[in-house]
């Protein structure tokens, strides 16, 4: 594992906004995006009766409402112990196989980092 401090500033940025929105929001997962410009989008798990979003497939979502062509990096804070297939497939859909996915605790500690492959 490894502190989110050891991460650049613009990573730590993406993790700081998925785990504040998980805790403002008190749902199960936070997530957070950055697209092309440097923009970023942070979103809480959704689940209505009717819709049902993971954090990271909602924040993609809002980047792609808000025009995002690309993204550099997504971040989730979960006590999951990997980023799901559907998460990795969000994001690579809109980044790329090879946009690096952060997986943190709900503490912030960097658990892992995967590509969206």
């Keep these: 594992m490894t502190d ?8 730590r940025k993406i993790v700081t906004l998925a785990r504040s929105v998980r805790a403002r929001n008190g749902v199960p997962e936070g997530a957070a995006v950055r697209d092309e410009t440097g923009r970023t989008y ?3 798990t959704v689940a209505l009766d009717s819709l049902k ?4 497939q909602t924040a993609v979502a809002m980047a792609v409402a808000g025009g995002a062509t690309s993204l550099e990096a997504a971040a989730i804070v979960s006590s ?3 980023p799901s297939a559907d998460d990795r497939a969000a994001v ?3 980044g790329g196989p090879d946009t690096p996915v952060l997986l943190a605790g709900p503490d912030g500690t960097l658990r892992t980092t995967v590509t969206a492959g």
């Design 92 to 94: 690579r859909d809109l």
């Design 4 to 11: 989110s401090t050891d991460l650049g500033p613009e990573d």
């Design 53 to 56: 979003l993971s954090a990271l």
């Design 42 to 44: 942070a979103a809480g």
């Design 80 to 82: 999951a112990e990997a």
